[in-house]
């Protein structure tokens, strides 16, 4: 293994943003030789001794290999030089001052259920895992917060408060696996977005190591509080590459009642997309608004035998968790009917709501299985774009011959167009990839993001980059050299 | 008037930001003689000239000098050496280019409703008021969301999106004056954030105006979207420090029923804390929990002969905005008795209601009129130490032998201590800013934050560093760095 060390530019390093750590001053190389790379490699772990516990380091390329990279793993990954599993705080500034000392890239990781890439493994980085620190510290039914750990899986957290009578939202597909660290770094959405909004919207503070090894407290345990820039919120979302959150402070809500799910069937995707429209321009709060297109039907049947209908060319979930939700989901199925719906079908009780949110959930999963591999796009349009959106998925599937299922949280006007491929097949491959784009071109045409709530990572780069433009970009950056001057944390991820 | 011109440190210079517009290479004075200072706001001016008409810059010192100070004018504030009133994003943009080749910083103002001084002039500075940029560029019922140029007034935009059966909940008690700019720069509050949150809340993308003047555009317009940092809400709350705001897209809720209030008198500050801490233990989600002390009761009777109850030692309001609040507010009066509330007393109808809210929103008038002048703390604290928190101040009003009213959010545990003086009295006038400085100490000590909804301004500098600590200060003015190298942009707020 080649390792490539971090060669900070002479312009960054006059950056200043406080007194640096010891630096070495050895001599720098672009490419390292083997030897000088595994003699490297043998001074990092040494120096990661003296502040972990051996059962802490791992160095055996077969473990270390198996944390890569996250669920896209169709893009680029390098070889980790080591993975820490740190557990306290000390021992995460002790990798820090490690990492900046001998300038190796670090890149944290929580569950690595991402599926952009965001978490995947820099040539010769150490992978610090954030796993091993899943303590939930606290919960207050008075101050409606919890403070944990990054590394507590977000089911965890929800069952627990779930006791308190307290209820933490976002709920991303992974929820059962993944980490609220990584929650946290990509600001994940979920099922309940469009009523409870996504991550974002429940850090109230955080304690995060700097690149340097320095501790910074950000926000607070308020419900309120405006004490200077929001650098809270500017690490939700930063995919690990401003700092690596070790605490954090989350707002909860009282526990609504259960939801109580609707079915409707639609002839064809822009009147779902109708349907949508009406609702929320009817002042409706759904606690859940999904949209399956007829593939990602068949997907979930095939796979799971649901017994869902494929005559459906759309079929449109809604959700209520109000005190009356059974005339809620009346008036909204009104609404569906008015815009053509060909059936609809209130659940008649949380078990049936349950088996029809199930359906929903295995969606993705269902779509994998159709090819073997998908490569799931995540652009959020305005909701009255959303039947735009459908069409052109439609349009771009048969241009490039293509199966690509459209699940979506529709009330959001968040599609992710899942395209399915033989990965085998170079030429499909290359067709899934130019479509993949070209959705996300389409979104951009459409006033909206290239990702809604997955994430940039490796894999939309230079979407980013056309989203946002070079002003944005260059501010981008300029943020991360303010926190990352010499650029070791996820190097080569967002921009 | 002596200007100073922003002398950039060297290694302010140095950053790399992108390419710096063209710089002046006169030599630089720490100061300068007055001849000099005119003649540099006599080509400031000419300057301006060429980029906006002749009534949009303002250089009259009786009229300029109206443009001092926000509604702190107790704090320290410049003069300007001119006033520029844009109606055009490029005339901005023309603003920043001059400033920063000339060097002159540059003052943002809304409607100077703020209550911590971060509208203030510096000496010499271009203020650049954003009032004539008003318009309401759209307001989309299926979206959710308007688009908003910044001199809005909060009230004619919530009043505008009412017409489509939308609300826009932020509410600060100066709504019918202030602007939607100055809400998004002080990041404001209001009385419906108990359960609508805060302006950070509703930001969802900005067009703003670098220091250098070019134009970056900030977040979306779709309802969830996470690509890149989340500069949107950097700026939300930045003070003016960080860009210039000149177009804001917001997302609206749909209108809720009218709110109907209830009140409950108790015999103690504690007890009405207690009270506040069951019912959100309860699960209930008020639209409103406000908090008037004895102290602040009279006052509004004195002014506004409302007619409150006096003997109370502490009021608290409640309202709900529910299908069915009559319900609602009969589950919280339970709670308020079982708390030892002496009377519970549910307003009948609308009108009612009304009348109630518009006793707790003249609190800080009336309290003005005690003793000429206030000083407004601004303290949050989690609402489980609230009572502590008002037994504090107590025991504050009285070593420093000072009225002190409490008007609270008390939901949110955001507490607006007011301390009332005479001016005119040195040794009164010293005592209130002792007492004012306790008050912020012990909401720290309490697990709180210095600001829940002002914001820092001159008035609570020392104080944010306190808060925050040296690292947090650092990466504060990293960031500040990142944005505006030169330092022209409302220099000496926040830190």
Redesign the interface.
Known sequence: MIMSRIEARP?ED?????SAPERLTENRAEDLTEDRAEDLTQRLTERLLTGLPAEAVLTDPDVTGSYANDMASFCEAGTPAVVVLPRTVEQVQHVMRTATDLRIPVVPQGARTGLSGAANASEGCIVLSLTKMDRILEI??????AVVEPGVINATLSRAVNEH?LYYPPDPSSWEMCTIGGNIG??S?GLC??KY??T??YVLGLDVV?ADG?????G????????????T??F???EGS?GIVVRATLALK??PPQQLVLAAEFASGSAACDAV?RI??G???PSLLELMDRTTVKAVNDMAHMGLPESTEALLLAAFDT??PAADLAAVGALCEAAGATQVVPAEDAAESELLLQARRLSLTGLEAVKGTTMIDDV?????RLAEMLEGVDRIAEKYRLTIGVVA?A????THPTVCFDASDPDESRRARESFDEIMALGLEL??????????GVL?KEW?AR???P??I???R??????DPLGILNPGK??
Chains 1, 2 share one sequence.
């Not at 320095?214 to 950000?218: D, F, G, K, P, V």
């Not at 607070?220 to 650098?231: E, H, I, N, S």
């Open positions: 312009d006059s950056v200043a943003v406080g207050s039914p008075v101050d409606r917060i009578g990509t600001a959405g977005c469009v909004g996504v974002a919207e700097l320095r501790l910074m407290t950000t607070r345990r308020t419900a309120k509080g405006v004490a200077g820039y929001d650098l919120r500017l939700v979302g930063s401003l009282p526990q429209c929320m321009e002042g409706h709060v005190h009356d959020c349009v305005p909701r009255s949280h009330g959001d006007g968040n006033g909206g993001t290239i990702t809604g709530e997955h994430g940039v939309k980013l989203e946002i433009g002003v944005g260059e501010m981008q300029a943020v991360k050299t303010a926190f967002l921009f």
